[in-house]
């Protein structure tokens, strides 16, 4: 752990108070600016932990998932943002916990697993960085390993619209439709003579499983957003991963 330890939790009254202030302006700014629809709510979690998994295509897709649940979610933010103590503690109150750039995975996981076993929700990218076009790409192991080493269901979301609200090359965010597509939740599966220890085919079973399912919700949260990456951009994706 590093300095900004004390940041982790952010469980005081003023931090929540803060949260709910702070949600309430960017969750409705969000959703009335991409014009949002949101299904699949009933698939969410009412108490208790999870990690909730959706496709990365813009950096919207932050402010985007806080708006599926009221419920505070947490996110994984670069330390040297706890520089100033007051902007820290804005991060933190509003979800983000912080991670040392450039260390080992070990210290990301630690403090996500510390947040999963206080029983909060928490925000992982399964793609890892933002990505691009209608191909889900391979999973990174982290977002599954947690899950399984925390024991909690991960919910696979599909964030369809966002990448043209702000592709990764644009300085301005553009006012086009979003939709999101929530999907059941995936529960962790690991062997019983595995003693505690994560396998590595569980991680591999649940990871395509995941893909398999975020590919679904992600064609199914592209219809209706006005748009499509076109057939031709598809089939490169496909190629290249193949």
Not at 168 to 191: F, T
Request: hydrophobic share 40%; glycine share 10%.
């Amino acid at each position: 752990m590093t300095q900004h330890q004390t940041f982790v939790v952010g469980q005081t009254l003023p931090s929540k108070i803060f949260y709910r202030f702070g949600r309430f302006i960017v969750s409705g700014g969000t959703r009335l600016y991409t014009r949002m629809s949101i299904v699949g709510r009933e698939n969410l979690p009412v108490s208790g932990p999870y990690v909730l998994a959706p496709v990365h295509r813009s950096y919207i897709d932050t402010p985007i998932a806080g708006c599926v649940t009221t419920r505070r979610l947490r996110f994984l933010g670069k330390d040297s943002m706890w520089e100033s103590k007051w902007f820290g503690w804005v991060l933190s109150s509003l979800g983000a916990i912080p991670v040392t750039r450039g260390s080992a995975d070990r210290e990301a996981m630690k403090r996500a697993i510390t947040v999963l076993e206080a029983g909060e929700p928490l925000v992982l990218f399964p793609e890892g960085e933002r990505k691009s076009g209608p191909v889900v790409q391979p999973m990174f192991g982290g977002a599954v390993y947690i899950a399984l080493k925390a024991g909690v269901p991960i919910i696979p979301v599909g964030i369809g619209g966002s990448e043209r609200v702000m592709p990764k090359s644009a300085k301005w965010i553009y006012p086009r439709k979003v939709r999101v597509v929530i999907g059941e939740a995936i529960y962790p599966n690991i062997p019983d003579a595995a003693g505690g220890r994560i396998p590595r085919s569980a991680i591999s079973e649940q990871s395509d499983r995941l893909h398999a399912e975020l590919q679904r919700l992600f064609d199914m949260s592209m219809v209706g957003v006005g748009w499509s990456y076109g057939r031709e951009v598809a089939q490169d994706q496909h190629a290249i991963n193949d």
